[in-house]
């Protein structure tokens, strides 16, 4: 590719897209700028070059302040030229001034990610096309390199759950171990909390007919009345898991370590906040929680 690809002049109106948005997948260089600033003319093409050099791991986005004075401002850009390195959607690094070609190197490579990273990416993007099993193999190569990376922890349990309906539940214990690495505060984070829900509830706790008519004939078994909550969790009959698991914790809302109440928050998480089982259920379990 030719440095243009790396290389892109912005506007105030595209910065949120082409910068807070795209950091997410991509670090991004904000070089503010102005084309009477004699520095700015030293620092542009030392920029310009690093991004070649770099191939894509991080872009470069160029602002004219002349042209873009209230976000220069927003970013308290009071000295040009001014760089700011975005990841994850916010300004990690700055550098105020024309720097020399090794600060900005270092500067540069702060801001991009591991190998673990681009592996976890790339894993994805196999994943998104259909290539499973060599989107696992990558996974696991990213995991390899940083058996900490968020993304592959997250991806890897994702493509467990999603891709393997009838997983054993010793796979989906296992997809629970890498979201439970997944660290605190992190991007992932919350899609993590998300895919363990979804997780939780494809436990297979036993036939549902079985349960039914095991409760039938003892309608007090607080255990009985638990596994077909979960059960019905499991076979998506969402409305008739959370009545059984609301009565659970009406008669006992300890038992089992409240895992009734661990399981009715996990299909909330699942459904969504604005789903009705969620609005529904979640004012009755409040309401028995708090009287």
Known sequence: MTIESWVESLTEDQFPDLVITRSHNIPIVVDFWAPWCGPCRTLGPLLEKLANEFS??????????????????QYKVQSIPTILGFWQGKPLKEAVGAQPETILREF??????????FLAREAKELADSGH???????FRKSLGENPNEPSALLGLAKLISESEPEAKDEKLSAALELLERIPFGTPEQKDAERVAA?????????????LKNALRENPKDLQIRLDLGLALASEKHYQEALENLLEVIRQNRLFSEEAARKRMLDIFELLGPNHELTEHFRKELARLLFR
């Open 56 to 73: 894509g791991k991080f872009i470069l986005a160029k602002v004219n302040v002349d042209e873009a004075q209230d976000l220069a401002q």
């Open 108 to 117: 540069i490579s702060d801001l991009i990610p591991g190998k673990a990273w």
């Open 198 to 210: 979804i997780i939780r509830t494809k436990a297979s706790v036993g036939d549902t007919q079985q």
């Open 132 to 138: 499973l099993n060599a989107a696992e193999e990558a």
